[in-house]
Nanobody, 128 residues
């Protein structure tokens, strides 16, 4: 099974930008979707952005639409999350997650329970 490794988190002032990376450990991903979730202290893990792998369609939480972009580099087996116009409420641990089933079965992309592979997370802190 593919392993997911995130990188790129850090401390940024509000209005700044960060790019997160999620590597599939050099293996070609062939599942249903890859996505980013985030979890703030004391809160549940929330969907941020996701991409269905077969068609490359991207989906976003309303709170990040127009500011964040999910994209992939197939040659590098990596999916990215470009985060612009960061806000303090974007602070949290960001997790990359994958739905590994390659059958084509539908999974709700914004639901954490759909995902069977998770990275270790990377901290993003946005100061005001």
């Amino acid at each position: 099974q593919v392993q997911l490794v995130e990188s790129g988190g850090g401390l940024m002032q509000a209005g700044g930008s960060l790019r997160l990376s999620c590597s599939t450990s050099g293996r070609t991903f062939s599942g249903y979707a890859l996505a980013w979730f985030r979890q703030a202290p004391g809160k549940e893990r929330d969907f941020v952005a996701g991409m269905t792998w077969s068609d490359g369609n991207a989906y976003y939480a309303d709170s990040v639409k127009g500011r964040f972009t999910i994209f992939r580099d197939n040659a590098k087996n990596t999916v990215y999350l470009q985060m612009n116009s960061l806000k303090p409420e974007d602070t949290g641990v960001y997790y990359c997650a994958g739905v590994g089933d390659p059958s084509g079965r539908y999974y709700p992309i914004s639901v954490p329970a759909s995902y069977d592979v998770w990275g270790q997370g990377t901290q993003v802190t946005v100061s005001s």
